[in-house]
């Protein structure tokens, strides 16, 4: 299975930044695709960021222009660069990945981390 560990959410001022990473575990196969959605109090949950393992980025329409989704390979690693940060930002932010097989997907979720934007 992968595990995720996420870290770098925490309390920021609107109109400043926050990067966020996800560290998956090396033990895993391959991973097809990875994402970071969001969730904010009495809301579903959110697309915010998808990469592909071709590299191809889809961004939410709320957060296109401002926010930056990348990966370091070598490390298992991605990341989200949050920049000009809005209090609608604020929500407790996931982490996945998709791990496809024989035809099958396999989605993982980290533990999420909050980020809190304020006036």
């Known amino acids: 299975q992968v595990q995720l560990v996420e870290s770098g959410g925490g309390l920021v001022q609107a109109g400043g930044s926050l990067r966020l990473s996800c560290a998956a575990s090396r033990s895993i196969f391959s991973i097809n695709a990875m994402g970071w959605y969001r969730q904010a109090p009495g809301k579903q949950r959110e697309l915010v960021a998808t990469?592909?393992?071709?590299?191809?980025?889809n961004y939410g329409d709320s957060v296109k222009g401002r926010f930056t989704m990348s990966r370091d390979n070598a490390k298992n690693t991605v990341y989200l660069q949050m920049n000009s940060l809005k209090p609608e930002d604020t929500a407790v932010y996931y982490c996945?990945?998709?791990?496809?097989?024989?035809?099958?997907?396999?989605?993982?979720w980290g533990q999420g981390t909050q980020v809190t934007v304020s006036s």
């Open positions: 996945k990945a998709r791990h496809t097989v024989a035809g099958n997907n396999y989605d993982y």
């Open positions: 990469m592909t393992a071709g590299g191809s980025r």
